[in-house]
């Protein structure tokens, strides 16, 4: 059986959550190549807050999704704390991403005929982590979230937003260290997106968690520590933020 722990130097793994190695993704279409992510790089440290920034079409979604191991790369490397998920086979994977990883998604991906609480609790009947108490993070996810009054309720019975606070709690009932979010407030009107933005920030200040979002908006994306911008595929720094929300850079 392959080990799971495929890892850089001891250093590499302390400092960074997140660090992708020149990730190419291409389709063939017809005698055509499509190139979706241009040999991106990225190192993110624990508890840092990444937004990546884009038009519609230029990658930024499947290079998140290659980032949490939801899609693969033709080529290039992904360590999540100094493990490396391209290496990894299905199994491998499925079991690490279930310890390590959550990812909140645009359009909920909820299961209508499960209650909110039942969806909420679906990652803890796949992946059972030894000497974690689901109990009382749930509790705590349930009253941050503001879902107590809704837990018995079927997914046709809650709104967009409500929808999308048991995506976030499912994406977290494991505790993982990484929290992967592909545009989690594009399909809300401001209030509902400005709340779940509010929420996902209350949470990572409380459990500490990396984010990594991709967002089309500008103005969730502004409360990162740093802003990434995807074109055709190439990724680059747009903006990095001092403590505070002061400007370093602007690309």
Do not use: W
């Amino acid at each position: 059986m392959a080990k799971t722990d495929i890892r850089l130097n001891a250093q590499e793994e302390a400092k960074y959550m997140l660090q992708t190695e020149s990730v190419l993704k291409y389709y063939k279409q017809y005698d055509a190549v499509i190139t979706a992510v241009n040999r991106a790089s990225i190192k993110v440290e624990p508890g840092e807050f990444v937004a990546i920034i884009g038009a519609s079409g230029s990658g930024k979604s499947t290079f998140l999704h290659i980032c949490a191991g939801l899609d693969t790369c033709n080529s290039g490397h992904v360590y999540i704390h100094g493990n490396d998920i391209t290496e990894m086979k299905p199994d491998e994977l499925s079991r690490f991403r279930g310890m390590r990883m959550g990812f909140v998604f645009q359009k909920h991906n909820l299961i209508p005929q499960f209650t909110a609480l039942e969806n909420i609790l679906i990652p803890t009947m796949m992946c059972n982590k030894p000497d974690f108490s689901y109990q009382e993070n749930l509790r705590r996810l349930v009253e941050t979230l503001g879902l107590r009054e809704r837990l018995h309720h079927l997914p046709s019975e809650l709104s967009g937003g409500q929808q999308q606070r048991v995506a976030i709690a499912r994406a977290l009932i494991n505790m993982p260290d990484i929290l992967f979010a592909d545009e989690p407030t594009g399909n809300l009107d401001r209030d509902n997106a400005d709340e779940v933005l509010k929420l996902l920030l209350k949470l990572r200040e409380e459990i500490g968690q990396t984010l990594i979002m991709v967002t089309h908006d500008l103005s969730i994306a502004e409360h990162a520590d740093r802003i990434f911008k995807m074109d055709n595929g190439v990724l680059s720094l747009h903006r990095d933020y001092l403590k505070g929300g002061k400007k370093t850079t602007d690309y």
